[in-house]
């Protein structure tokens, strides 16, 4: 018995520090088990009522299986058969009827909800529409009711549904935003998957590829950033400013003609990769160099000075571009500021 005792003992350590780690398990802007949103929100009724049903039974049937091992168990002595048993009915009808009904209470809230996520807002004037593009590996956001586009951050208002229309540029990718809802998959055009999702909390949350679609898959990160009306309104007013060129015309020019080819600022440039206004605010340069790698400066030099280095297979070329042209426009584009939002996010 004492020794028995020593065992658990043992044990418990490791089943807090389990126990901890799970609890731990997951950020506010990028965990399915703290939702942010109403869709997350069911997303996650349902998993815990499917885990929650599983550990019921679980624990159901490992109580009968111990009772029936040490009930049963071949006693000191014991030389005779036990009684042969074959077949029960009563028994039989039991454990076929509790795994329907258990079923039942499973498919009723997720035939409801599958139902509730499927809904079309696509044509609902108070929803924002925004068609999301996939590409190898970035994540372009159009606005047709505001004329807008912009890559890699999804700014959206936190009073309003958003209605997604998603398709890919080039292979199969898929959307999703653990916190807030997904996931749902981008195919090429003509078939368009829709999609809505909310964000009542304003705040930054990180949105992730979740369909293996190249080297730098994991790399194909975005994020999405709910801010309130006005500031919404007012970033979809900056993003319509004219274009700001490099104040130095020679850098102008350079910038125009290397960059602009395939970017965009402002009403100015291409549509081949990623919008560039307000870039000198974004979390992440490239989506994966962040803040804590560098300034946005210098995340901005590493990156066009070798793309492919930072994601492999990027399909943004290395531009010749000299010295003091990667240092103009890495600092031109770094202080490519919008002011929408001053709180630092
Ligand atoms: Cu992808």
Redesign the pocket.
């Known amino acids: 018995m004492m020794n028995r005792w020593h065992a658990v003992k043992r044990l418990l350590p490791i089943l807090a520090g389990l126990a901890l780690l799970l609890s731990a398990c997951g950020r506010a802007d990028l965990s399915t088990l703290q939702p942010q949103g109403p869709i997350a929100e069911k997303q996650y009724d349902l998993m815990k009522l499917s885990i929650g049903m599983m550990t019921v039974v679980v624990v159901i049937v490992f109580v009968i299986l111990g009772y029936v091992l040490v009930r049963f168990r071949k006693r000191p002595g014991q030389t005779d058969i036990p009684k042969q048993v074959e077949g029960s009915h009563k028994l039989e009808i039991i454990w076929t009827v509790i795994p329907i009904i258990l079923l039942v209470i499973l498919v009723i809230p997720t035939v409801k909800y599958v139902f509730e996520f499927a809904e079309d807002y696509s044509k609902d004037k108070n929803a924002v529409q925004v068609k999301v593009t ?1 590409h ?2 970035w994540w372009e956001f159009e606005y047709p009711q505001y004329g807008v586009k912009t890559g890699q951050e999804l700014v959206i208002p936190t009073s309003k549904k958003i209605s997604l229309q998603l398709n890919t540029a080039d ?4 959307f999703w935003v653990p916190s807030l809802f997904g996931k749902i998959d981008t195919n090429p055009e003509g078939t368009t998957n829709k999609a809505y999702f909310e964000a009542p909390k304003a705040g930054v949350y990180f949105g992730k ?1 979740a ?4 080297p730098s ?1 994991a790399l ?1 990160d975005f994020k999405v950033k709910a801010v309130d009306d006005a500031k919404f309104d007012e970033w979809v007013k900056e993003m319509k400013a004219p274009a700001v060129l490099p104040e130095d015309p020679a850098l102008a020019a350079t910038f125009e003609q290397k960059c602009l080819s395939c970017h965009a600022v402002g009403d100015k440039g291409g549509t081949l990769g990623p919008n560039l206004t307000g870039i000198g605010n974004k979390q992440a340069i490239a989506s994966v160099l962040l803040g804590t790698d560098g300034t946005v400066e210098e995340n901005l030099k590493t990156w066009i000075s070798d793309p492919v280095k930072v994601k492999p297979g990027s399909k943004m070329p290395k531009v010749p571009l000299t010295a003091e042209e990667l240092d103009g426009i890495s600092k031109y584009l770094a202080n490519y500021k919008l002011n929408y939002d001053n709180s630092g996010n």
Do not use: A, T
């Open positions: 996939s190898q590996y292979v199969l990718h898929s590829c369909e293996l679609c190249g898959h194909m």
